[in-house]
């Protein structure tokens, strides 16, 4: 008998969701990069086990290996966790540093400024003036050594002065990550007029977007003509508050002695103005301004505090140096046991002289600080080993698909004033809408070191037309991976770009 065939209903099919719904991944915190003994051991899972997963994933790995991050995200993932980088010994003892002071907490705290400009118009004479007028004054008496900062003392409010050689030291620092300065005196000669410094000066200073207020010094000159300087300055967009414009002018003569006093009270009140506040009562922090190795008291640095109080006795790190603070001086060479936010100190106690505009903080175990000066030493060695890489034109383009860049920073330079004008002209006609130029900086001249600190601390592209680059110039481009091109043809530098 042939059994007769029995037909199955057939099976309802369910419309498949669009999305499955995700399983919520619980958190896993590593420390990365991490062996396969030790994520196995936090997974809880046998080694063997996770060895054989490795190996269904394409990669063959002993228990001692070490995983990338990449690679422990996937196989966290598929045992139901998303991983998250445990802080690793520096993140947790700079922690304190990092958090944010409550309002009520902060206090006003002096200005710090930096005078700029060309080589000759009487930055150092102009300094020296208020040193002399100022500080004589107080009661302390003259001062007794150079430490690169001082700091003067008026009725209405404190100044903080940087004794920074030029704008290269400057954007130097800011290459480093530290904005010291709050407000830019840019000191222009009444009889010589704006010069191809001080028009590198204002560029450097308007990358930092800090305020500019403008000496106009030596107008004890008979050849001093200060209205031409001030037609100058509106050319750069620095019009006179007498003009209608918002940069305050000041004509003062470092020789006689002239306009210092307004020039002091136009700075305390621009410090007003931007209301300079920290916190006094935490840990320090701030910036080393200089460091030698004095004969007799070994590594010697002076520090600028930019937040926080440092103590006699403290330990910090700087650099990839550590130490305790044996002794601590003022700008006039006395001992003193504290230094508050925007306070001058030299210190000894270090144990290596660190670079100038590397921050300092403090740290509240010497073992961790000297374990931290360790690590950062290990760390410097490789990254000599692996070359910096900046921005160049082949990465651009992926960069800005990615969304990453918005904005392409270009510092140009040309031969001849037409030349700048022909390419700025052709540039314009490249404008796009994901994309814009900024030029930070222009000139005539060969490209100089001036302009590869600028471009290293701003992150831009150096162009040359019919133009070369300084020896110099060339090596800073190599050793810290900028992108330096020249051109002798318009259309070619307009395809690079395009």
């Known amino acids: ?23 919520a991944l619980k958190t896993l915190e590593l ?35 070490t995983l990338e991050e990449s690679i422990v995200a996937k196989v966290c993932q598929k045992y139901g966790y998303q991983i998250k980088k445990a802080p690793g010994q520096e993140e947790l003892a700079l922690r304190v540093h990092q958090e944010i002071d409550k309002g009520e907490l902060l206090q006003l705290r002096p200005p710090i400024v930096t ?159 931007l209301e300079l506040k920290a916190n006094p009562k935490r840990p320090a922090r701030g910036v080393v301004i200089e460091a030698k190795l004095s004969k007799g008291r070994g590594p010697v640095a002076t520090l ?46 270090l144990s290596g002289i660190p670079g100038v505009g590397e921050q300092f903080f403090v740290i509240e175990d010497e073992k961790v600080a000297r374990e931290l000066a360790l690590k950062r030493q290990e760390n410097k060695r490789q990254q000599q080993i692996k070359a910096v890489k900046r921005i160049s034109l082949e990465d651009l383009h992926s960069q800005i698909q990615e969304g990453k860049i918005k904005e392409l920073k270009l510092i140009l330079k040309a031969d001849v004033q037409g030349s700048l004008e022909a390419i700025k002209e052709t540039l314009n006609k490249l404008q796009s809408q994901e994309i814009k130029w900024n030029i930070i900086h222009e000139g005539m001249g060969s490209i100089n070191t001036s302009d590869v600190i600028l471009a290293i601390a701003s992150d831009a592209l150096i162009l040359g037309f019919h133009v070369d680059a300084e020896e110099g110039a060339k090596e800073l481009g190599a050793k810290e991976g900028t992108d330096i091109r020249t051109y002798n043809i318009i259309y070619e530098l307009a395809n690079d770009i395009k």
Request: aromatic share 4%; no cysteine; proline share 6%.
């Open 31 to 65: 420390n990365l990069p991490i062996t396969v003994k030790d994520l196995a051991i936090k997974l809880q899972e046998k080694p063997s086990f996770l060895i054989k997963t490795l190996m269904s994933s394409g990669l063959m790995a002993g228990i001692n290996q």
């Open 304 to 349: 600028l505090v930019q937040n926080g109080t440092l103590h006699l006795g403290e330990v910090i790190i700087a650099d990839k140096y550590y130490g305790k603070m044996k002794g601590m001086y003022n700008d006039r060479g006395q001992s003193v046991t504290s230094a508050p936010p925007s306070f001058p100190v030299e210190v000894s106690g």
């Open 115 to 273: 005078f700029m400009g060309h080589v000759d118009h009487g930055k150092t004479s102009l300094l020296d003036a208020i040193r002399k007028t100022k500080v004589a004054e107080s009661e302390y008496g003259g001062i007794t050594q150079h430490i690169g900062a001082y700091k003067v003392v008026l009725p209405r409010g404190e100044i903080t002065f940087l004794d920074t050689p030029g704008h290269e030291a400057f954007t130097a620092m800011r290459a480093r990550g530290a904005g010291v300065t709050d407000i830019v005196v840019l000191v222009v000669a009444a009889d010589d007029g704006i010069m191809p410094q001080t028009q590198e000066a204002i560029d450097h200073a308007r990358a930092a977007g800090v305020p500019i207020i403008v000496a106009i010094n030596k107008v004890d000159k008979p050849q001093a003509d200060i209205d031409r300087v001030k037609k100058q300055l509106t050319e750069l967009n620095l019009t006179a508050e007498d003009w209608g414009g918002k940069t305050i002018t000041v004509p003062v003569s470092a020789k006689t002695g002239q306009g210092i006093d307004n020039l002091l009270e136009m700075i305390i009140l621009e410090a007003q103005m």
């Open 1 to 23: 008998i042939i059994p007769k065939k029995v037909e199955k209903p057939p099976i309802e099919q369910k419309p498949l969701p669009l999305e499955q719904p995700a399983v």
